[in-house]
């Protein structure tokens, strides 16, 4: 409807011009013998006569007993052939009428201008019933006499602006819709350093630890228009504000908006310890996202990739394949087939969509990841994982935000797979966050782990979203899955410190704790962190120091199927347990410039699997926790004792804010020190350079 107006509102334009003493128009055969000035009254009647004398009113208007009219715009092309260019009228059969009336028509001689055929266009009414009409000849001017338009012709150019302006209101230039809206701030730990101190001011009732955040719970904080504004570069062209300010595809209505952009994450580097040549990523995909109405919006990414990365990164991403021949899962992406002899093919797809009943419920439905914790790692849930499907409910009052996220997991090892199907597991998390008062916020998590085992399938009993799961894990029996705990806390001692903390139980034995003799039933972690904003009075330098320490079997558990996992990747720490690290990240900005130093010192304690010591250490959360060597005495860094170290400085420049694409280059250091060497435990020292473009939407972990 709205191109045909738009059609019609061309040619008003053409009916409105003057005609020109050098125009004749088009000639019914039977007006040959007309003089020169009676042609178009004798063209304008013939025209009547045809239409009035053999358009049928179809019988449902009849019945309905309609009173209106039918104006039509018609056309005679060089050809001298009628073509109905638009029909307005009440019944869509009204329509179809008038059309096959035109049809009918003889051709004529077309219309010439100084002596060349030409097109020429007209505008008539018809009112119904045709009963009811008298033939006035002297009214119809149908010519393109811009003095002597009829009042048909007004009347037609009227409706038809009111519908251009119906058009034109339904259209609005983009006012950067998302940020008022309920999706996700793409989550990026570089990316969210933007706006981590306007979230973490005194006295602010932000909740900060479940992520990703909702762009409208941030916009409170942080003027995400100011920021683009201050960002924009003055360009004139078309292209110019697409690739420096503005989304691909913006569009925006009264009651809709959405955009569109490619994916970029074009990488090449050079791995100083590996065989091969060069390392690269190669990422192509489309990013899009929009709202209908106010309370729902949709989000989806769709990535193509292939890749080849640091040797110690495809080891690791090898070691974890699933069952079927597949060679590889790439960390943090998902299961990978080869590419060439040496490289990864690896798609990856996420969506969601997000509803917002009221001001204090936002329900998500998607295939994603999720956050929960201030730190750069997270001891609750992380997104070291590839993506699964979620349901996530955020409920807001008062100083109470809680998080209710329900999982569907796979496990992809051999030893669970039955006729080439994974196992499919399930995780339903709590997690409470209360600002106790203007610095101070406590947190409250809950886990369990359960497996779609005998049949059981998703379990009814954890949907309850009041905590707490162990009451329900007794109902259903202890065995049935696998329960974790926790509390985190945040203290802001001003507007630029802040402390964070994170404590994990998987199970405890206060009998044994009293002991102090470290026994492997004291399954627990915890985390301890610090920022720093505009450290040393440097505005926009941000500095982060944090430590974590999980003790050997945490997240394990006697069902194997039962551990805290998915894809053969944790669902918490990315090093699973029996580990203890420093992690030390500076940020700093400066209008589109960004760098990024980060120093990971740790200690991590693996299996020997050598045929001749083949327990459980507590490292690999994937294997039984029964097969342990001792049950006292149980320490962190037990097995192989491996010092790591992980450095990295990155910097780049930011092309284009709308879509967050950004030019970099990062140059990095691992040392993978063993106290001894196994088949899987190998000594690595290497420096990766790297460099490339990237839309930057989620977090890449090479800090294995």
């Not at 998902?334 to 969506?351: N, R, T």
């Not at 944790?570 to 029996?578: F, I, R, V």
Request: glycine fraction near 6%.
């Amino acid at each position: 409807m709205k191109f045909y107006t738009f059609i019609l509102m061309l040619c008003f334009q053409t009916i409105a011009m003057a005609q020109d003493d050098n125009e004749k128009p088009p000639v019914f055969d039977s007006c040959n013998e007309e003089s020169i000035d009676n042609m178009q009254k004798c063209f304008d009647t013939k025209v009547f006569n045809l239409l009035f004398n053999n358009y049928k009113v179809p019988e449902k208007v009849t019945k309905a007993d309609y009173r209106g009219e039918v104006v039509i715009l018609f056309e005679v092309d060089k050809e001298g052939s009628f073509r109905v260019m638009y029909v307005d009228a009440l019944y869509p059969e009204l329509k179809t009428e008038a059309s096959r009336v035109f049809k009918e028509f003889p051709k004529v001689t077309p219309a010439t201008y100084n002596g060349n055929a030409t097109y020429k266009q007209y505008s008539i009414s018809l009112k119904i019933p045709l009963e009811n009409q008298t033939v006035v000849t002297e009214d119809l001017a149908l010519s393109v006499d811009s003095e002597n338009k009829s009042q048909e012709l007004n009347a037609l150019e009227i409706a038809a602006k009111k519908e251009m302006d119906k058009v034109k209101a339904d259209y609005k230039k983009y006012d950067n819709s998302e940020y008022a809206s309920q999706l996700n701030i793409p989550f990026s730990h570089e990316n969210y350093s933007k706006f981590d101190r306007a979230t973490n001011l005194i006295g602010t009732n932000s909740h900060t630890a479940s992520k990703p955040f909702i762009y409208e719970d941030v916009s409170a904080y942080h003027d995400f228009n100011s920021e683009n504004e201050a960002l924009k570069k003055e360009k004139k062209t078309w292209l110019g504000k697409k690739v420096w300010n503005e989304h691909l595809v913006q569009l925006q209505g009264k009651e809709y908006w959405f955009t569109v952009d490619p994916i970029f994450d074009l990488q090449a580097g050079k791995d100083t310890d590996a065989s091969f040549g060069s390392t690269f990523n190669n990422t192509r995909g489309v990013f899009v996202q929009g709202g209908l109405g106010k309370k729902f919006n949709f989000s989806a990414s769709v990535y193509e990739n292939q890749g080849r990365f640091a040797e110690y990164f495809n080891q690791y991403a090898e070691s974890i394949r699933p069952s079927g021949g597949d060679p590889a899962i790439i960390p943090g992406r998902g299961i990978a087939k080869q590419f060439k002899d040496d490289a990864y093919d690896y798609p990856v797809a996420e969506a969601y969509l997000s509803y917002t009943p009221s001001k204090f419920i936002n329900v998500q439905f998607g295939h994603g990841k999720n956050f929960i914790g201030d730190g750069y790692r997270s001891l609750f849930q992380s997104d070291a994982a590839s993506p699964y499907p979620y349901l996530k409910l955020n409920t807001k009052f008062w100083k109470i935000k809680y998080t209710n996220t329900y999982t569907w997991l796979k496990d992809v090892r051999a030893e669970v797979t039955e006729d080439g199907a994974f196992l499919t597991k399930y995780i339903a998390n709590h997690y409470l966050s209360w600002n106790v008062n203007k610095r101070l916020n406590l947190g409250l998590f809950e886990s369990v782990i359960w497996a779609n085992t005998n049949d059981r399938g998703f379990d009814i009993n954890y949907l309850n979203p009041i905590i707490f799961y162990r009451a329900i894990e007794f109902e259903t029996g202890q065995d049935a899955g696998n329960a974790i705990v926790g509390a985190s806390g945040k203290y802001k001692f001003n507007d630029n410190f802040n402390v964070y903390s994170q404590f994990v139980l998987d199970e405890f034995s206060l009998t044994d704790a009293k002991g102090g003799e470290g026994s492997w039933k004291n399954k627990f972690g915890l985390q301890l962190g610090a920022k720093y904003y505009n450290a040393f009075k440097v505005k926009d330098l941000v500095l982060q120091a944090e430590y974590n320490a999980v003790r050997p079997y945490t997240y394990s558990h006697n069902t194997v199927v039962l551990n805290y996992a998915h894809n053969n990747q944790p669902m918490a720490h990315l090093w699973g347990a029996n580990f203890r690290e420093l992690v030390l990240i500076g940020r700093y900005r400066y209008k589109r410039w960004f760098g990024e130093a980060k120093l990971i010192a740790g200690i991590r304690g693996f299996d020997f699997n050598n045929g001749v010591d083949d327990f459980n250490y507590g490292g690999d959360i994937f294997r039984d926790e029964i097969d342990r060597p001792f049950d006292s005495g149980v320490e962190i860094g037990q097995g192989i004792k491996t010092n790591t170290i992980n450095a990295s400085v990155q910097g780049g420049y930011l092309i284009n804010p709308a879509s967050n694409l950004k030019v970099f280059a990062n140059i990095s250091y691992r040392n993978f020190n063993p106290e001894a060497e196994t088949m899987s435990v190998l000594n690595n020292s290497t420096v990766w350079f790297n460099f490339g473009i990237r839309t930057d939407l989620f977090n890449w972990y090479f800090d294995l």
